[in-house]
């Protein structure tokens, strides 16, 4: 490989990261403000004389919303494509948001989160199936780290947004719809989305695979088994470990302080995290990644349910180390599912891992919480640390099993298949050794 050719490479590549800076500002707005949404509506919900289970209700709208945005968005970005499905998204986020502001009314409410959690669903499968599209095998898990730092900080971002307007602030839910609006908005002042590549382009009506071709969660298992069980986890953690580990560190005597400290010591692990997992991940078999994630995964899960209550520096540090290990299982088990499919099945099945992750979600606070409650603390940490037996275990199988996947060699440029595979081989991550400059076809 020839210096100029290698920097030319690289240059290329740190464009195509740049060109979608612009749809991640328009991400980090949206999410800022649902986030700030979601404990504007927690907090009012707190508020004394609310009905019980009215205040159920309404929070179960959301993750069932979100159920809902995963089928609809699939159809969707097929009739109008990606650019357009996200402003019609982001303007129906912002509009559930302002009608917080407009009534006190719960079964209005139970409607807006609803169609909050369906935004936001739909909008995931949106950015997610077209940063699919759009990277190809050498940086898609450096741009799927990209997209996962953004919504992190989006989430620190709404906490920080709804301080300075103030807990108590009825200004509360206009300022998410209008952070929601910028969103929207910034398509008219911003460039158009960058082209997909010329044979990935969007998908159509014609594109769309016939009903016995779709991608749901049978062809994913035989296709990539272990990214299914890791959106499952993900789905178990990801959120979770946020709602559960106050309630950990009330069980086990810490103050709330120290408590406040562990969930926000996850958060920046999970956002330090992303980027060198997703440098690592375009460099290193992704199979072997996520066996390594689930086995320190379950260890530490083991570590911090020894450690208990003890020394607050230690127990810190095991906390870091989860967050960095267990919030970066998603972006590379999508990298791993992505690199095996044909881009026209990639936004019904980044549907379908939306949809199993919002499963784990949604299981996993009531079964966690009331473990915790009917034996002990370390509960929570055995619910978590079986995800990562599973991400593990599932990893070993799909090292092990026979490759399922393109039944041709993607060209990546030279227009011919891969020297190393033929072209009437399956293409399996790894199977290709040679180094970008000697293999004129291999997308590997």
């Not at 749809?23 to 907090?43: D, Q």
């Not at 009012?44 to 205040?55: N, Q």
């Not at 199988?397 to 009437?424: T, W, Y």
Request: net charge positive; hydrophobic share 50%; glycine share 8%.
């Amino acid at each position: 490989m020839t210096r100029p050719a290698s920097l030319g490479r690289l240059w290329r590549q740190a464009e195509r990261s740049r060109a979608i800076l612009s749809i991640m500002a328009r991400i980090c707005l949206a999410g800022t403000g649902s986030a700030m949404l979601t404990t504007a509506v927690s907090l009012a919900l707190s508020a004394p004389g609310i009905d019980p289970s009215e205040v159920q209700l309404v929070l179960t709208a959301y993750p069932v919303g979100f159920l809902i945005g995963c089928l609809v968005a699939r159809p969707l970005v097929s009739r109008v494509g990606h650019e357009r499905a996200f402003f019609a998204i982001t303007v129906l986020a912002s509009l559930a948001a302002a009608g917080f502001a407009l009534t006190d009314s719960m079964p209005a409410w139970l409607c807006f989160r609803l169609l909050g959690g369906l935004a936001m669903a739909a909008m995931f499968v949106v950015c997610e199936s077209w940063i699919n599209l759009y990277a190809d095998q050498h940086n898609r898990g450096r741009l799927f780290s990209i997209y996962m730092l953004t919504t992190a900080v989006a989430v620190l971002f709404g906490q920080l947004l709804l301080e300075i307007v103030g807990a108590h602030s009825p200004h509360l839910f206009a300022v998410s719809a209008a952070t929601v609006l910028l969103s929207a908005l910034a398509r008219f002042v911003s460039r158009p989305w960058p082209a997909l590549p010329a044979e990935q382009t969007e998908p159509s009506l014609a594109d769309i695979p016939a009903q016995d071709e779709r991608y749901g969660v049978v062809q994913l298992l035989r296709l990539a088994p272990v990214t299914v069980v890791s959106i499952f986890q993900a789905g178990i953690t990801n959120m979770n470990i946020f709602v559960l580990t106050p309630i950990y560190g009330a069980k086990i005597g810490l103050s709330a302080a120290a408590t406040v400290g562990l969930v926000t010591t996850v958060s920046i692990a999970g956002m330090l995290a992303q980027t060198p997992i997703g440098w690592l991940s375009d460099r290193f078999d992704r199979r072997i990644m996520l066996l390594v994630q689930g086995l320190l995964s379950v260890s530490l899960c083991a570590s911090i349910a020894w450690l208990g209550s003890g020394p607050l520096p230690l127990l810190f540090l095991l906390f870091f180390l989860y967050g960095a290990t267990a919030l970066t299982v998603y972006p590379v088990a999508i990298a791993f599912a992505n690199s095996r499919m044909h881009s026209r099945h990639m936004v019904a099945a980044s549907g379908t891992l939306l949809l199993l992750y919002s499963v784990g979600n949604i299981l996993t606070p009531g079964l966690a919480a009331g473990l915790m409650e009917r034996t002990a603390p370390q509960a929570m940490l055995f619910v978590l640390g079986t995800g990562g037996i599973l991400v593990a275990v599932a990893a070993c199988i799909n090292l092990r099993r026979r490759p399922v996947g393109v039944a041709v060699a993607q060209p990546c440029g030279g227009g011919s298949p891969c020297r190393l595979l033929g072209s009437g081989h399956s293409i399996d991550e790894g199977a290709c050794r040679q180094p970008w400059a000697e293999c004129s076809g291999c997308r590997l």
